[in-house]
């Protein structure tokens, strides 16, 4: 019963945040396994090898101003929601991650201005990953991981567990 009693322990507060043993670990690659999903999503996404609307001829007019054609460049064009992105978590301009009860938080948030306007960086990729009805197509950031995600997680999480048990006993 005391291994039992040590285990539950040991998960009640790596789950609570209030330790950092494996089960946070494991919740710390969960975030890193998550970060490199979206990550490469939107660099596909964003070359036009997802189901993003293409940006209109006159936002690529607008934007490009003579640096070449086409789209694939637009959402790339500062690297800044791309490096808020970065699954090794280095507090990038806009980036979270932020230990909660029982999980992770990562994604966009905090107060930092994109270099290219007085909008948050968080505000863009909001405005992006939500759409803006008649101005800007729903060009999603922030989603479900997909299944090959999903099983690398559940890995992850097994072999923090496993490492909890043997620390228990």
């Known amino acids: 019963m ?3 009693l040590r285990f539950r322990r040991i998960l ?15 919740l710390k690659q969960w975030a890193f396994v998550y970060r490199s999903f979206v990550q490469e999503r939107f660099h596909t996404f964003s070359g036009g090898g997802g189901d993003w609307a293409p940006h209109a001829p006159s936002t690529i007019a607008r934007r490009r101003k003579g640096r070449g054609q086409g789209q694939a460049a637009l959402l790339r064009d500062t690297n800044t929601m791309f490096a808020s992105l970065n699954p090794v978590f ?3 301009p806009g980036a979270i991650e932020e230990r909660i009860p029982f999980g992770v938080r ?10 290219t306007g007085s909008a948050t960086v968080s505000d863009i990729a909001g405005f992006h ?3 803006v009805p008649g101005r800007l197509p729903k ?3 922030i989603v479900p991981p997909d299944s090959a995600t999903v099983a690398r997680m ?16």
């Open 2 to 4: 005391r291994a039992f």
């Open 12 to 26: 009640s507060n790596d789950l609570r945040g209030a330790s950092f043993g494996p089960i946070r670990v494991g």
């Open 90 to 92: 280095s507090g990038k």
């Open 106 to 115: 990562v994604g966009f948030g905090g107060p930092a201005r994109h270099p």
């Open 129 to 131: 990953n939500e759409g």
């Open 139 to 141: 060009r999603q950031i």
């Open 154 to 169: 559940v890995e992850v999480m097994e072999l923090a567990l496993a490492k909890t048990i043997k620390m228990a006993t």
